[in-house]
């Protein structure tokens, strides 16, 4: 059968269309991917997305363009995996097709959708939004996607040693970020914070995974900042390091799913640059009043997740991964992460809580059974 994914920012494409692209394909589906417009896009989507084996990729292009090439595709069943429900209504609409979501949290037209996710939390969470429309059908808790994605990554990656004092030393995991702006500030920002933190612990061994959307002709600079930048499977090197620091977002999940504790920053600094959308994006971007704007905005967001900016903790509604948000500086997160490094009591409480916390593997097949079922069903 024909099957059309949506799908949008890079931890949405990498983490739940890639795996839910491979297990269609081995039942012998066709798959359409269509690539929305997105405020979080790396720029690099289209060029990632071309190595998934797609029988048909179509976007990135604006919402108009979009619109329009939806309304004339023809498809068997639509399933959503991130962005505006309206384009998955679109296409459906036109295409006479079920359509499937799969999401971390409410997005308003989840009652045309038969709607999936990954934890029973969410999946309440979900419900209680959608509890007050008589058109909604109870969503269901499959599993994470990224846990599945995860799987799909081989290979081993080697820290490097120097001498037998590094060789013993622990191993911090830096994130750069998927987005150039993001990247363009965190390499000043990391690179203090490793300095500081040498200072206090050495010893300390220092890697960078780079995101696969983010061009590895980056890596001088890196290299140039002492940051051993490195682009791999996320899962492989991992699960080789014994603390992260990192940016919120899905990668949050992965450290779940490989046990491995971390500190979540959001500096202010960065806070600036991360777009928003709808009328709050726009005003966010006008003169004086728009950094107002925008910090209202973040807050408000975080409300709903009793203040944690991880995934982890939203799951677990408690802290697991360390966290810090707002005016901190490079000196305050290497103290923190330090601090951490040092307490191997509680490096090995957080891992052994987070890989409890992580569930079974399976949602991509879980999800394609759904997809199967809703099209037998037309």
Not at 195 to 216: C, D, N
Not at 234 to 251: C, E, H, I, K, S
Not at 303 to 326: C, H, Q
Request: hydrophobic residues 45%.
């Amino acid at each position: 059968m024909r099957v059309a994914i949506l799908t949008n920012g890079p931890g949405e494409l990498w983490g739940w269309a890639r795996p839910v692209i491979m297990e269609l394909r081995k039942r012998g589906h066709s798959v359409s991917l269509w690539l929305l417009p997105c405020q979080f896009a790396s720029g690099a989507e289209r060029v990632v997305a071309s190595r998934m084996g797609v029988d048909k990729l179509e976007g990135p292009s604006s919402s108009a363009w979009t619109w329009r090439a939806l309304g004339q595709e023809k498809t068997d069943c639509v399933l959503q995996l991130g962005g505006d429900l309206l384009f998955g209504r679109r296409i459906a609409g036109c295409a006479g097709a079920p359509l499937i979501c799969y999401a971390y949290g409410f997005k308003k037209g989840m009652e045309h959708a038969r709607t999936f996710t990954a934890y029973p939390s969410m999946a309440s969470s979900i419900n209680s939004r959608l509890g007050a429309n008589s058109k909604a059908v109870s969503v269901g808790s499959i599993g994470d996607l990224v846990k599945d994605s995860l799987s799909l990554e081989a290979g081993a990656f080697a820290w490097d040693a120097e001498g037998d004092a590094k060789s013993r030393g622990r191993r911090l995991l830096l994130f750069p970020g998927s987005r150039p702006a993001i990247r363009r500030l965190a390499v000043n920002w990391l690179s203090t914070v490793v300095q500081h933190l040498r200072a206090l612990i050495p010893e300390v061994r220092i890697g960078t995974l780079f995101s696969p959307f983010a061009p590895e002709g980056e890596f001088p600079l890196w290299v140039d900042a002492g940051l051993n930048p490195v682009k791999a499977g996320a899962g492989a090197v991992m699960r080789t390091a014994d603390y992260a620091l990192t940016q919120p977002g899905t990668n949050t999940l992965e450290m779940m799913h490989c046990g491995l504790p971390a500190l979540v920053a959001a500096p202010m600094d960065f806070l600036r640059v991360i777009p928003i959308g709808g009328l709050g994006g726009f005003a966010s971007r006008l003169p004086l009043i728009g950094p107002l704007v925008k910090e209202r905005g973040i807050r408000r967001n975080l409300k709903r997740y009793n203040g944690f900016i991880s995934w982890p903790n939203r799951v677990a509604n408690r802290t697991l991964l360390d966290e810090a948000m707002g005016e901190v500086t490079p000196e305050e997160l290497a103290l923190r992460v330090a601090e951490s490094l040092k307490d191997g009591e509680k490096l090995s409480r957080v891992r052994r809580d987070l890989l409890a916390l992580s569930g079974e593997p399976g949602a991509a097949l879980r999800l394609c059974d759904a997809v199967e079922e809703a099209e037998q069903k037309r």
